[in-house]
């Protein structure tokens, strides 16, 4: 087809801008999916080290909601659920386990929808935990 017309380009490029502007936005939102999972999964194996070094609930889930809120707009802080467990009468092999769940900024591109991100990771649960005296409780967690 000759460009003959007058206008004709600025049809096509309107046209193209959208298509562009729309393959952006998706592969943006990808990019972004992929960093909050990624960065649930690290907060997760955080939260479970410092659970099974420390053995208290609360701090770890603080450390977790401090790692969840250092990725900014990414991620909806007030949508964050943490939980940590372990067994209440550990055997030398024991772990406490750390499930992470954070919803993404972006919850829906085009068709697909991704309401959440769920992420679960291990740590085994320090010696100290089994049995330590008073002096060595100083160093425990540092």
Request: aromatic share 12%.
């Amino acid at each position: 087809m000759f460009k003959v017309q007058r206008g004709q380009v600025m049809v096509e490029f309107a046209l193209c801008i959208i298509i562009f502007l729309l393959f952006m936005y998706g592969l943006i939102t990808m990019l972004l999916w992929s960093v909050v999972a990624y960065w649930t999964q690290e907060t997760a194996h955080e939260v479970a080290r410092k659970y099974a070094v420390q053995k208290d609930k609360t701090v770890a889930i603080e450390t977790g909601h401090k790692k969840i809120n250092m990725l900014g707009g990414f991620i909806d802080r007030n949508a964050t659920y943490i939980e940590v467990s372990a067994p209440s009468n550990p055997k030398p092999d024991a772990t406490a386990s750390a499930t992470v769940t954070s919803v993404p900024s972006i919850k829906k591109l085009y068709i697909f929808s991704l309401p959440e991100i769920k992420r679960s990771s291990e740590a085994m649960l320090e010696d100290h935990r089994f049995d330590y005296t008073d002096t060595s409780k100083q160093y425990i967690g540092k």
